[in-house]
């Protein structure tokens, strides 16, 4: 499985974004799909996943502000983000999960990765 993040770019505080990522293969329904982040000089951390039946779980840093989606017809996963903060600057990462977890924020459990795209939130 090969994937391919896009959408990030420079925004100013409160404002929105939508990442996407588009996955290559015919099994990406198969996957636990996840989105993770990491900031400058920090730990790539979980931001959130959508289980193989549409079941989302979020961090609590990104809760009520993010909504992860995903459309199996078009292998792409989404990643909306409302009401974005400084401190949500960071590369976002998408990842797919094969194992046999439910639902996985553990960045071990995930199999492949994107290459990463860049959010800059300005105050």
């Known amino acids: 499985v090969q994937l391919q993040a896009s959408g990030g770019g420079l925004v100013q505080a409160g404002n929105s974004l939508r990442l996407a990522c588009v996955a290559s293969?015919?099994?990406?329904?198969?996957?636990?799909m996840g989105w993770f982040r990491q900031a400058p000089g920090k730990e790539r951390e979980f931001v959130a996943c959508?289980?193989?039946?549409?079941?989302?779980v979020y961090a609590d840093s990104v809760r009520g502000r993010f909504t992860i989606s995903r459309d199996n017809a078009k292998n792409t996963v989404y990643l909306q983000m409302n009401s974005l903060k400084p401190e949500d600057t960071a590369v976002y990462y998408c990842?797919?999960?094969?194992?046999?977890?439910?639902?996985?924020?553990?960045?071990?459990?995930?199999?492949?990765w994107g290459q990463g795209t860049l959010v800059t939130v300005s105050s």
């Open positions: 293969g015919r099994t990406f329904s198969s996957y636990i």
């Open positions: 990842a797919a999960a094969g194992g046999s977890y439910y639902y996985t924020g553990r960045i071990n459990d995930y199999d492949y």
């Open positions: 959508i289980t193989r039946s549409g079941d989302k």
